[in-house]
T-cell receptor, first 113, second 116 residues
Framework: DSGVTQTPKHLITATGQRVTLRCSPR?????VYWYQQSLDQGLQFLIQ???????AKGNILERFSAQQFPDLHSELNLSSLELGDSALYFC????????????FGPGTRLTVL | AQSVAQPEDQVNVAEGNPLTVKCTYS??????LFWYVQYPNRGLQFLLK??????LVKGSYGFEAEFNKSQTSFHLKKPSALVSDSALYFC??????????????FGSGTQLTVLP
């Protein structure tokens, strides 16, 4: 168990809908990262927050947004969902921005029908 | 831009034999390098990292990796494979901090199968 929790574990929804994925980092970790894993794109970095502030952006679509709250949990919002958004979404956390390894949550499997 | 290549989609090895999972990288400066393992329906688990110092890095579950700067490689190794090592392995790289970039770039993954 990495100490990173994600909810829900599975999510099934329809095209055009909006969903929110939640992540709680390891106790004391200030950095949160979101990744998308799909068969065709592999593991792609989406966005990073550090202590409530956005720090880096990767291949995140404009339909997607995220935030990190004062208690350090983070939410990833996916809107106007398309079939191609079906994937595993992982959250990871790390203790600081430097050399620290990232610890991954179990993921949320999103299925868009 | 940083990138990682894992040239083998699949590696098969007999139990008890040594295993190697290959990784090469490309970064503009000195790299931070990581190996992660993913079991079915699970998140990624950290195995080991290279930041600086000794080129041979030892990690979890008996795994080790060798950093080779001239060949820009960071191959994962284990002297004696176990059936339970069968999983998907990811190599990842990150430039040393320069500005706000902190994200990892992952390779495409190598499926390791250890045959009994």
């Amino acid at each position: 168990d990495s100490g990173v929790t994600q909810t829900p574990k599975h999510l099934i929804t329809a095209t055009g809908q909006r969903v929110t994925l939640r992540c709680s980092p390891r106790s004391g970790d200030l950095s949160v990262y979101w990744y998308q894993q799909s068969l065709d794109q592999g593991l792609q970095f989406l966005i990073q927050y550090y202590n409530g502030e956005e720090r880096a952006k990767g291949n995140i679509l404009e339909r997607f947004s995220a935030q990190q709250f004062p208690d350090l949990h983070s939410e990833l919002n996916l809107s106007s969902l398309e079939l191609g958004d079906s994937a595993l979404y992982f959250c990871a956390s790390s203790a600081r921005q430097g050399t620290a390894e990232q610890f991954f949550g179990p993921g949320t499997r999103l299925t868009v029908l | 831009a940083q990138s990682v290549a894992q040239p083998e989609d699949q590696v098969n090895v007999a139990e008890g034999n040594p295993l190697t999972v290959k990784c090469t990288y490309s970064v503009s400066g000195n790299p931070y390098l990581f190996w992660y393992v993913q079991y079915p329906n699970r998140g990624l688990q950290f195995l080991l990292k290279y930041i600086t110092g000794d080129n041979l890095v030892k990690g979890s579950y008996g795994f080790e990796a060798e950093f080779n700067k001239s060949q820009t490689s960071f191959h994962l190794k284990k002297p004696s494979a176990l059936v339970s090592d069968s999983a998907l392995y990811f190599c990842a790289v990150r430039d040393k901090p320069n500005g706000s970039a902190r994200q990892l770039t992952f390779g495409s993954g190598t499926q390791l199968t250890v045959l009994p």
